[in-house]
């Protein structure tokens, strides 16, 4: 009887572990990769390792993760510094002969030369594991601590009594130098390089946290309680970015000679990340965009990004949301948001075009009051107006190529993206250094439609200069010129193109009752007619951008330095009547 008693309560104590997990599968499972490369910033043929680390990771998404430890010999302490402690120490714990060079699960003593990755990473990757990892980072952004759960499930045993659990940080995204940076050129941006899964600290010890028992059926979970610096290195340290960091964790088997590493690595994952607090109530937002598309209005749609960071429900916010510190809209919105979960919640603003700062704050949550903000720069372009009667609206397209045509491309773009026109590459022209040649395409919008034409250089340089004084230009069916672009725009040019119903337009403006050309206007407006007292000029948000006191039947009126937009044009005469245009200013 005893030793029935003692075996229900080890199947009792069993059963309780594999269901008390909440994040680590017990389904068996083959191993995931690390590929610790030992890399540094002055190490030219580092980048080509980044590369391949890259598309192996690419190649099995969530099976593989690339960490990057600088130590050694070309990890120089200039800033951005990714030395740090546990990066020399993991480098003293294999025999490295040259960089770069890789631990891929630690299946070695020594590291591997960067042709060797792939195979050995495969090879891996077709193993059963002995354990199952998984877990998650509850990071709060204002005490930047993070609270870190790690389970481990064994589906089968371990050939060791005792296996050791490691919890790194990486972070992405930081700008600097790095030799032989152009062979990597996804990462390699107008001479500067973007260092990405950069190993900066171990939240356990270096090799790892002990662990046991190592047997099958067993669930064995850790908390940690983690702050993240501020910045890592000296000297010339390296803000960690919150935004940028990723924890990843893996059980390896033991210490084994030579050197200390703890290996081979028998399972790993990332751990999924959740910003939130230990607070009851604590929305934020994480992010305000504008929408993407095509749109001749200045009524926008923003995504707004809420994440309830708090463990209550979040059942209702209020938002304020400023177009340069001025309240333009509060709203309301009501729904749910479980605790650690988030959401995008739509907001219509009116910001006209030119580069402006939005900022959305949420005012109250769950009826109480509270205060986040989030604040974004935007850009909006202008727009050409063409004002018509009928259905649709004829547009003629020049593209004057310089020498390299093979160069160019362009596009019209409706409002859902499709594509209604479309030119390039053209023939690169033989002879002499500077030469031009004229394309042009005849394209039908129709009435209601806002249009984007694009145009790209392959290579950055436009079409323009030592090769020829490209250009292109997009005129009206009247030959009115509405787009005059000089080639000098570098890799690519775009303006939008609003095509608007003339009857919807008469209904809200006066009878025009005087001769306003030419419309659209680069330079210089004419305003032409009899008893003229006074020509005001407004923007499209209603300010008042000019007075010209009429002395003649013609006012002239220089508008070369007005932003590109929509304009009124109010016409006094001398009995107090007003008549109102609209005119479209395109330089």
């Not at 010999?73 to 294999?94: D, K, M, R, V």
């Not at 394309?439 to 950055?460: L, M, P, R, S």
Request: charged share 15%; with cysteine; hydrophobic share 35%.
């Amino acid at each position: 009887m005893k030793k029935i008693s003692l075996l229900a309560g080890a199947l009792l104590a069993c059963f309780m572990q594999v269901n008390a997990q909440d994040f680590v599968s017990t389904a068996p499972a083959n191993r995931n990769v690390i590929i610790e490369e030992f890399t540094g910033r002055n190490c030219g043929f580092c980048p080509d390792g980044h590369k391949i680390a890259n598309q192996i990771c690419h190649d099995n998404p969530g099976r593989v993760w690339a960490v990057n430890v600088h130590a050694g010999g070309y990890a120089p302490t200039s800033f951005p510094n990714f030395n740090t402690p546990e990066s020399n120490t993991i480098l003293n714990g294999f025999g490295v002969s040259g960089f770069p060079s890789g631990a891929v699960n630690r299946s070695d003593y020594t590291a591997l030369n960067r042709g060797q990755w792939a195979s050995v990473a495969s090879q891996q990757m077709g193993q059963v594991a002995e354990c199952n990892v998984a877990g998650q980072a509850v990071i709060n952004p204002a005490t930047r601590m993070a609270k870190i759960t790690v389970e481990v499930y064994y589906t089968g045993n371990s050939e060791e009594s005792s296996n050791y659990l490691t919890v790194m940080m990486l972070q992405d995204s930081i700008w600097g130098s790095q030799a032989g940076g152009s062979s990597n050129p996804d990462q390699y941006v107008n001479g500067e390089y973007c260092h990405m899964h950069i190993l900066r600290s171990t939240v356990t010890p270096t090799w790892g946290e002990e662990i046991t028992p190592t047997t099958s059926g067993t669930l064995i979970t850790r908390e940690y309680m983690y702050e993240i610096p501020a910045s890592i290195g000296s000297p010339n340290g390296v803000e960690v970015d919150l935004d940028n960091i990723i924890f990843l964790a893996f059980v390896s088997e033991s210490v084994k000679t030579p050197g200390n590493a703890t290996r081979p690595i028998l399972n790993a994952c990332e751990l999924a990340r959740v910003t939130g607090t230990e607070e009851a109530i604590y929305p934020f937002i994480s992010g305000v965009t504008s929408a993407s598309g095509i749109s001749c209005s200045e009524t926008r749609t923003f995504n707004i990004g809420v994440t309830n960071g708090g463990l209550e429900e979040l059942t209702s916010l209020k938002f304020e949301a400023y177009v340069d510190g001025e309240l333009t809209k509060e709203q309301t919105w009501e729904g749910s948001i479980v605790s650690y979960a988030g959401t995008q919640i739509e907001m219509e603003l009116d910001v006209p075009g030119g580069t402006h700062q939005v900022e959305v704050k949420i005012v109250e949550a769950n009826g109480t009051a509270y205060e986040f903000a989030k604040a974004t720069n935007v850009t909006f372009s202008e727009w050409a107006e063409v004002i018509i009667e009928g259905e649709e609206e004829e547009f003629t397209i020049d593209i004057m190529q310089d020498k390299y045509g093979n160069q160019i491309t362009w596009e019209l773009l409706a409002s859902d993206m499709t594509v209604l026109a479309s030119g390039g590459p053209y023939t690169m022209l033989v002879g002499g250094s500077a030469s031009t040649q004229l394309h042009q395409e005849k394209v039908t919008v129709a009435k209601g439609e806002c249009v984007k034409f694009v145009i790209k250089d392959a290579v950055g340089n436009g079409i323009c200069c030592q090769y020829g004084e490209g250009y292109y230009q997009i005129k009206d069916s009247k030959g009115n010129l509405l787009v005059d672009g000089d080639g000098d725009f570098g890799s690519e040019a775009s303006v939008l193109l609003s095509v608007t119903d003339g009857t919807s337009v008469n209904e809200t403006l006066t009878t025009e009752t005087y001769n306003i050309f030419p419309n659209p206007v680069k330079d210089v407006l004419t305003v032409k007619g009899e008893n003229m007292k006074q020509v005001v000029i407004y923007n499209s948000v209603g300010q008042m951008v000019e007075t010209i006191n009429a002395e003649s039947d013609e006012v002239r009126v220089n508008v070369s330095a007005y932003n590109n937009g929509m304009y009124l044009i109010n016409v006094i005469d001398n009995n107090g009547e007003m008549t109102t245009s609209k005119i479209s200013v395109l330089h």
